[in-house]
């Protein structure tokens, strides 16, 4: 008998917090599964439901976005300028002023300005900037205290881990992990085993902090060029303690933080408190313009003589200011919505979905930026699902970003067999060198062609054990997974039978866009539009197979992505001038001619092109509700839920993507107008994003994600399951591998009960 | 609803307690000494920030309290279980007061503390945070002082469960002076 194993310690985070290997990115991943995920999803999902509401009761969320996005872009533009009336503004209010060229140069300078005032202990407030310039380390070899007094802070110094959220550094513990931490750090018999107990037993302990240390250092939400002023939001007050109770107040920025006057700040207190915690006001967001003219408290006496240190940190911001991509980064406010509601990063968070400071879908391009390119390669766990878009409160298009950074680490790191092949084989001199992997998800449309012209062989081929072992090592497709079979014959071949559209007295005029997804995956999804279409008076046809680009641009094959939005754009617009709207059934494709496009399409003519795509192209759910409402028809008549061959009971999930164009809730609304009794999801994402899921090392993960939404599903089934039904190609496999039962796609339940109206 | 009902319902909602009281002297003291109960505890001791706005004899009776702290000393205020001082604005949307954190020693009695006193006139507040940034508003006041929004008691969700009472105050009364 062999003797129970002992449990090995634990993984230290900080083992993995360097993401330049891809392995520490897979170690990290079955960490945070293993240790963190539930804390990670219970804290974010409280965070990204409370952004929610907080938003909405903003009466001009997007009017806010706007003017945050004009001011910030407009001080990226000025900063050098500003970097001088900042100085100037330190310096007339008697404070000091450092412009620190990199990390080495801020910590140094902190070290100095502490040294030279004979401090031993400093308080801490939260700052990501002094995380990243590697501060505590620093001052520590010099012998100064320091003591991290934001209690997520005071948790990681603790337990020696770096954060895993921008504004919660340590959501990834749980109430009960922290009782552990605090009983194994410290002697105690107290029970600490309520968050009240918790949180009383570190206010005693840092009370005595704050007010014996000789030095407080914050970091800074922004600061204005014009007065100096420095915006600070805090719920817990340490940063009030850090900033105001010691006389000298030494504060750390990155120079993104600056903008031009105090008056700017406006527009960014409730739609930061809104967008991060999802709060009307944090407990104290502090407007003060240091040194502060009040005596700080100090043992035996008032004195006056406050000082103050500004030390901005340029760490590489400069070269992402001239990096068209990573400049986009430095608009960004910290606020974390990009985090809370990303599905991946609700379950690891950010010690898998991140780098040694910076996390989630925009702290690649952090990473990247003030770290270099290959600590971003954690940007792999952004799936392009862009949910995140339209939560930004200063409109970075973040999977972009992260599209941009995978490209650059394939450059990089081209090998020259993989050179050679792409040479072969005329792919853009751009795109040279992906890997096999890449290639196989970004080349779709090339795969697709081949596998439905040899369907008779590659599906059943597909099915065999052996060729999923070879594809899972050769390409990383898994094989778990079961890619949906090529399809004979595809829908641009399918729709060459069908009678011709009737020409005369139709209801609308209009194009089925044949997707490769579409037509070499499902083309009875886009048979089955046509169909209802038809039925519904509209004239309408299929458009040849063209590659949009989605595929290569999620895999950051850029150039080839572009490449193909031209044509496809070039080609439907065709089809616009013809006075036909465009219909779409995939709604990652749609989502790539109201998103996507603006950033592959940049001459002006291709400008003109996207705002009219954006216009004419239509979710097939989205045109159908909206036919029916021009037409007057009654969706209970034309739908007869009792006709449906699953039942009046329906789960619907709709895709994010199509969430995120404004068209999540057609589907739903159409089907409890025709009397079905629905139930949805509350969910994200699905977890499986196009090909993510797909991916060999991110199955656990993908998984992991369906779970909430598979949790879902089951509540709402009850005794009966309901039938599933879905408006995406990625989410139907997501639902069949985590609950085993048949999706049905929206199209295809519709097309079965259609009633042509009278 | 007007300012003053929305003020004292956003208040409420961030944790706050909100009490309407005739602008005078003695009515404020009588205030005071009722709300300043800490751990079932009366007469606690309690600081007094100096008058910035407000008339200085309008919490000159407060300031007469036996149990008044008037030690600066950062062990005096440690000790101290009640901070008042003045708002200069409050906020509808949000129930929040905003105090002067560089006037003498509002900041830290407005910290320190266990329970901060909030006194407010009612007709300091408006609508929306961002508007004390506007010239306009209160006279530009938003726009030269060094200030803090408060907005209920300190709190943090660090700790497993939303807990009140973290490094500020555990509890933020606010006397709506009417």
């Given at each position: 008998?062999?003797?129970?194993?002992?449990?090995?310690?634990?993984?230290?985070?900080?083992?993995?917090?360097?993401?330049?290997?891809?392995?520490?990115?897979?170690?990290?991943?079955?960490?945070?599964?293993?240790?963190e995920?539930?804390?990670?999803?219970?804290?974010?999902?409280?965070?990204n439901?409370?952004?929610?509401?907080?938003?909405?009761?903003?009466?001009?969320?997007?009017?806010?976005?706007d003017?945050?996005?004009?001011i910030?872009?407009?001080?990226?533009?000025?900063?050098?300028?500003?970097?001088?009336?900042?100085?100037?503004?330190v310096?007339?209010?008697?404070?000091?002023?450092h412009?620190?060229?990199d990390?080495?140069?801020?910590?140094?300078?902190?070290?100095?300005?502490?040294?030279?005032?004979?401090?031993?202990?400093?308080?801490?407030?939260?700052?990501?900037?002094?995380?990243?310039?590697?501060?505590?380390?620093?001052?520590?070899?010099?012998?100064?205290?320091?003591?991290?007094?934001?209690?997520?802070?005071?948790?990681?110094?603790?337990?020696?881990?770096?954060?895993?959220?921008?504004?919660?550094?340590?959501?990834?513990?749980?109430?009960?992990?922290i009782?552990?931490l605090?009983?194994?750090?410290?002697?105690?018999?107290?029970?600490?085993?309520?968050?009240?107990?918790?949180?009383?037993?570190?206010?005693?302990?840092?009370?005595?902090?704050?007010?014996?240390?000789?030095?407080?250092?914050?970091?800074?939400?922004?600061?204005?060029?014009?007065?100096a002023?420095?915006?600070?939001?805090?719920?817990?007050?340490?940063?009030?303690?850090?900033?105001?109770?010691?006389?000298?107040?030494?504060?750390i920025?990155?120079a993104?933080?600056i903008?031009?006057?105090?008056q700017?700040?406006?527009?960014?207190?409730?739609?930061?408190?809104?967008?991060s915690t999802?709060?009307?006001?944090?407990?104290?967001?502090?407007?003060?313009?240091?040194p502060?003219r009040?005596?700080?408290?100090?043992?035996?006496?008032?004195?006056?003589?406050r000082?103050?240190?500004?030390v901005?940190?340029?760490?590489?911001?400069?070269?992402?200011?001239?990096?068209?991509?990573?400049?986009?980064?430095?608009?960004?406010i910290r606020?974390?919505?990009?985090?809370?509601?990303?599905?991946?990063?609700?379950t690891?968070?950010?010690?898998?979905?991140?780098?040694e400071?910076?996390?989630?879908?925009?702290?690649?391009?952090?990473?990247?930026?003030?770290?270099?390119?290959?600590?971003?390669?954690?940007?792999?766990?952004?799936?392009?699902?862009?949910?995140?878009?339209?939560?930004?409160?200063?409109?970075i298009d973040?999977?972009?970003?992260?599209?941009?950074?995978?490209?650059?680490?394939s450059?990089?790191?081209?090998?020259?067999?993989?050179?050679?092949?792409?040479?072969?084989?005329?792919?853009?001199?751009?795109?040279?060198g992906?890997?096999?992997?890449?290639?196989?998800?970004?080349?779709?449309?090339?795969?697709?062609?081949?596998?439905?012209?040899?369907?008779?062989?590659?599906?059943?081929?597909?099915?065999?054990?052996?060729?999923?072992?070879?594809?899972?090592?050769?390409?990383?497709?898994?094989?778990?997974?079961?890619?949906?079979?090529?399809?004979?014959?595809?829908?641009?071949?399918?729709?060459?039978?069908l009678?011709?559209?009737?020409?005369?007295?139709?209801?609308?005029?209009?194009?089925?866009?044949?997707?490769?997804?579409?037509?070499?995956?499902?083309?009875?999804?886009?048979?089955?539009?046509?169909?209802?279409?038809?039925?519904?008076?509209v004239?309408?046809?299929?458009?040849?197979?063209l590659?949009?680009?989605?595929?290569?641009?999620?895999?950051?094959?850029i150039?080839t992505?572009?490449?193909?939005?031209q044509r496809?754009?070039?080609?439907?617009?065709?089809?616009?001038?013809?006075?036909?709207e465009?219909?779409?059934?995939?709604?990652?494709?749609?989502?790539?001619?109201?998103?996507?496009?603006?950033?592959?399409?940049?001459?002006?003519?291709?400008?003109?092109?996207?705002?009219?795509?954006r216009?004419?192209?239509?979710?097939?759910?989205?045109?159908?509700a909206?036919?029916?409402?021009?037409?007057?028809?009654?969706?209970?008549?034309?739908?007869?839920?009792?006709?449906?061959?699953?039942?009046?009971?329906?789960?619907?999930?709709?895709?994010?993507?199509?969430?995120?164009?404004?068209?999540?809730?057609a589907?739903?609304?159409?089907?409890?107008?025709?009397?079905?009794?629905v139930?949805t999801?509350?969910?994200?994402?699905?977890?499986?994003?196009?090909?993510?899921?797909?991916?060999?090392?991110f199955?656990e993960?993908?998984?992991?994600?369906?779970e909430?939404?598979?949790?879902q599903?089951?509540?709402?089934?009850?005794?009966?399951p309901?039938?599933?039904?879905?408006?995406?190609?990625?989410c139907?496999?997501?639902?069949?591998?985590?609950?085993?039962?048949?999706?049905?796609?929206?199209?295809?339940?519709?097309?079965?009960?259609v009633?042509?109206?009278? | 609803?007007?300012?003053?009902?929305?003020?004292?319902?956003?208040?409420?909602?961030?944790?706050?307690?909100?009490?309407?009281?005739?602008?005078?002297?003695?009515?404020?003291?009588?205030?005071?000494?009722?709300?300043?109960?800490?751990?079932?505890?009366?007469?606690?001791?309690?600081?007094?920030?100096?008058?910035?706005?407000?008339p200085?004899?309008?919490?000159?009776?407060?300031?007469?309290?036996?149990?008044?702290?008037t030690?600066?000393?950062k062990?005096?205020?440690?000790?101290?279980?009640?901070?008042v001082?003045?708002?200069?604005a409050?906020?509808?949307t949000?129930?929040?007061?905003?105090v002067?954190v560089?006037?003498?020693?509002?900041?830290?009695?407005s910290?320190?503390?266990?329970?901060?006193?909030?006194?407010?006139?009612?007709?300091r507040?408006?609508?929306?945070?961002?508007?004390?940034l506007?010239p306009?508003?209160l006279?530009?006041?938003?726009?030269?002082?060094?200030?803090?929004?408060?907005?209920?008691?300190?709190?943090?969700?660090?700790?497993?469960?939303?807990?009140?009472?973290v490094?500020?105050?555990?509890?933020?009364?606010?006397?709506?002076?009417?």
């Open positions: 008998m062999t003797p129970p194993a002992i449990a090995p310690p634990e993984d230290s985070p900080r083992s993995f917090a360097d993401k330049s290997n891809k392995s520490a990115i897979l170690t990290a991943i079955r960490f945070a599964l293993r240790v995920s539930s804390a990670v999803r219970h804290n974010m999902q409280t965070f439901r409370g952004r929610y509401t907080a938003t909405a009761a903003l009466p001009d969320y997007e009017a806010l976005k003017r945050a996005r004009a910030k872009e407009n001080a990226i533009e000025n900063l050098p300028a500003l970097l001088q009336t900042l100085a100037e503004s310096h007339r209010n008697g404070g000091h002023f412009l620190a060229a990390a080495v140069d801020a910590a140094g300078y902190v070290r100095d300005v502490c040294r030279a005032a004979a401090v031993r202990l400093v308080v801490k407030g939260k700052s990501m900037t002094s995380e990243e310039i590697g501060l505590n380390h620093v001052l520590e070899a010099s012998g100064i205290e320091v003591a991290e007094t934001d209690l997520a802070e005071f948790i990681l110094q603790i337990a020696d881990e770096q954060p895993s959220h921008i504004v919660g550094p340590a959501i990834h513990y749980s109430r009960q992990r009782t552990a605090f009983k194994r750090r410290f002697d105690t018999d107290l029970a600490l085993d309520s968050g009240q107990e918790l949180t009383a037993f570190a206010r005693t302990r840092l009370r005595e902090k704050f007010l014996s240390a000789g030095a407080g250092i914050t970091g800074a939400n922004l600061i204005a060029a014009d007065s002023t420095l915006m600070l939001v805090e719920s817990e007050g340490n940063i009030r303690m850090s900033s105001t109770v010691p006389p000298l107040h030494i504060a920025a990155g993104e933080k903008v031009p006057t105090r700017d700040f406006a527009c960014f207190i409730e739609l930061l408190a809104a967008s999802g709060q009307p006001l944090t407990s104290y967001t502090s407007l003060i313009t240091p502060l009040g005596a700080p408290v100090v043992a035996d006496g008032p004195v006056t003589d000082q103050f240190h500004l901005i940190v340029d760490n590489g911001r400069t070269k992402m200011r001239d990096d068209p991509v990573l400049r986009e980064a430095l608009y960004c606020c974390a919505a990009c985090l809370n509601s990303c599905a991946n990063f609700q690891v968070g950010g010690h898998a979905f991140g780098g400071t910076y996390s989630g879908g925009i702290g690649g391009s952090w990473e990247a930026g003030t770290r270099g390119l290959p600590q971003a390669r954690f940007n792999e766990l952004c799936t392009g699902c862009s949910r995140c878009i339209n939560q930004c409160p200063v409109r973040i999977p972009w970003l992260n599209e941009n950074l995978r490209h650059r680490l450059q990089r790191e081209a090998k020259l067999p993989a050179r050679l092949r792409d040479a072969l084989t005329g792919a853009p001199k751009e795109d040279r992906v890997s096999l992997q890449k290639l196989f998800f970004g080349r779709y449309d090339h795969f697709g062609k081949w596998g439905a012209r040899l369907a008779w062989l590659a599906n059943p081929l597909g099915r065999l054990a052996p060729t999923r072992a070879i594809l899972e090592r050769a390409v990383g497709l898994d094989r778990r997974r079961s890619m949906p079979p090529f399809a004979a014959p595809t829908l641009v071949r399918s729709a060459k039978n009678a011709p559209a009737p020409s005369t007295a139709s209801t609308a005029k209009a194009v089925l866009f044949a997707d490769i997804f579409t037509n070499f995956g499902s083309p009875a999804r886009g048979l089955a539009a046509v169909k209802i279409l038809r039925a519904l008076g004239d309408v046809i299929v458009s040849d197979c590659p949009d680009g989605r595929a290569a641009l999620s895999q950051g094959l150039a992505a572009t490449r193909q939005a496809t754009a070039e080609y439907l617009c065709k089809y616009l001038d013809e006075g036909r465009i219909v779409v059934v995939e709604p990652s494709v749609l989502a790539m001619f109201h998103l996507d496009y603006r950033r592959l399409l940049t001459s002006a003519k291709g400008a003109q092109q996207f705002d009219r795509l216009a004419g192209t239509f979710d097939a759910g989205q045109f159908i909206s036919l029916l409402r021009r037409l007057r028809l009654d969706p209970a008549k034309i739908f007869p839920a009792d006709r449906s061959p699953v039942g009046r009971r329906v789960f619907y999930h709709s895709h994010c993507q199509q969430k995120t164009v404004g068209c999540g809730s589907g739903y609304d159409l089907l409890r107008a025709a009397g079905f009794d139930a999801s509350q969910v994200e994402c699905c977890g499986m994003a196009g090909s993510f899921g797909y991916k060999k090392e199955y993960l993908s998984m992991a994600v369906g909430d939404l598979f949790a599903v089951r509540q709402a089934d009850g005794d009966i309901r039938a599933l039904v879905v408006s995406g190609t990625s139907a496999e997501q639902l069949h591998a985590g609950l085993g039962r048949p999706v049905l796609h929206l199209m295809q339940l519709l097309t079965d009960i009633q042509p109206p009278t | 609803m007007n300012l003053i009902d929305q003020f004292q319902q956003a208040a409420l909602a961030a944790a706050a307690t909100v009490q309407r009281v005739p602008r005078d002297a003695s009515a404020i003291a009588q205030a005071v000494s009722a709300a300043a109960v800490i751990d079932g505890v009366t007469a606690p001791r309690i600081a007094v920030a100096a008058s910035q706005d407000l200085a004899d309008l919490l000159d009776a407060v300031r007469a309290f036996p149990n008044a702290v030690d600066r000393t062990t005096a205020l440690a000790r101290t279980d009640v901070g001082t003045e708002a200069f409050g906020v509808a949000t129930g929040s007061v905003c002067s560089d006037h003498e020693y509002a900041g830290p009695i910290l320190l503390v266990r329970q901060h006193i909030a006194i407010l006139p009612a007709d507040i408006i609508q929306r945070p961002s508007d004390l506007n306009q508003v006279g530009g006041v938003g726009l030269t002082r060094s200030f803090v929004f408060i907005t209920g008691p300190s709190a943090t969700a660090d700790m497993g469960d939303l807990v009140r009472g490094h500020g105050p555990h509890h933020l009364h606010i006397i709506l002076l009417v």
